[in-house]
């Protein structure tokens, strides 16, 4: 029989089966059918409307994971395809709703493979990619993106897994270079009075998207500030 794994999630004893199969196995007929019928997972995320409108969307996504699970010969049942909406890719994948239910379904089933459409709707944090390539491979689960430069890509070579990792870096870098741009667009916005986000409390937003105080807003403004910082009520109050 195959090597049964007992792992304690949430309270709730899961058995993991197959994610190791004892060298003493002589059935050559369970290994033949475990192999050209393997389970996977697939995961899905977008995290803003644009993402979706620039061909990312969930459902695109979903057809591309369901085409590569049948070229491959894997079984991946719909209650196996764990989405999240709205969610940022610089979220630990395991912290994210959906990231939580897939990792328990992982843990307590005969899944060897992790499927996804590319490499940003998993990580987009160098340390979390590493942490969670380490902690699948004890368990026997490859990862699987279906597009990687017009082809697929997946971590069940060495060479695999140095690539996901030089690539969850420069995922990374994006990142943190997207984050410096907003934030310097937002100061320019700021400084030349420009609107820079929704609706701000003591200002309108002209025909032309520059700010001119609101005279009855501001009067209230004055009065919170007045006190807040000489009658010592506090912000919340």
């Known amino acids: 029989n195959p090597e049964l794994c007992i792992v304690e999630h949430d309270s709730e004893p899961c058995v993991r089966k197959g994610a190791r199969l004892s060298s003493s196995l002589n059935n050559c007929d369970l290994m033949s059918e475990h192999k050209q019928a393997e ?19 969930i ?10 699970a049948e070229y491959r010969n894997y079984v991946l049942p ?33 899944a060897t493979h992790l499927l996804a459409f590319k490499m940003d709707r998993l990580f987009r944090n160098t340390r979390d ?12 689960v490859h990862m ?13 070579s060495a060479t695999g897994r140095m690539f996901l990792t030089v690539l969850a870096a420069f995922g ?3 990142r943190g270079l997207i984050s410096e ?31 001119v105080p609101n005279q009855t807003e501001q009067e209230w403004i004055d009065w919170m500030r007045e006190r807040y910082f000489n009658k010592d009520v506090s912000a919340s109050q």
């Open 78 to 110: 719909d209650e196996h395809i764990f989405i999240d909406e709205g969610i940022s890719a610089g979220m630990p994948l395991w912290n994210r709703p959906a990231g939580k239910l897939m990792r328990k379904q992982i843990m307590c089933s005969e």
């Open 144 to 156: 699987h993106f279906c597009e990687f430069d017009g082809g697929p890509m997946d971590t069940t």
């Open 129 to 140: 990619c590493l942490a969670t390539v380490d902690e699948l491979q004890v368990e026997g």
């Open 59 to 68: 459902e695109a996504q979903v057809r591309r994971v369901k085409a590569y």
């Open 181 to 211: 741009r907003t934030k310097l667009a937002i100061a320019h916005l700021k400084h030349n009075m420009r609107r820079f986000t929704k609706d701000i409390y003591g200002w309108d937003v002209d025909p032309d998207g520059g700010l």
């Open 39 to 57: 389970t996977c997972v697939a995961y899905v995320r977008v995290s803003s409307l644009r993402q979706a409108e620039e061909g990312v969307s």
């Open 172 to 174: 990374e870098l994006e």
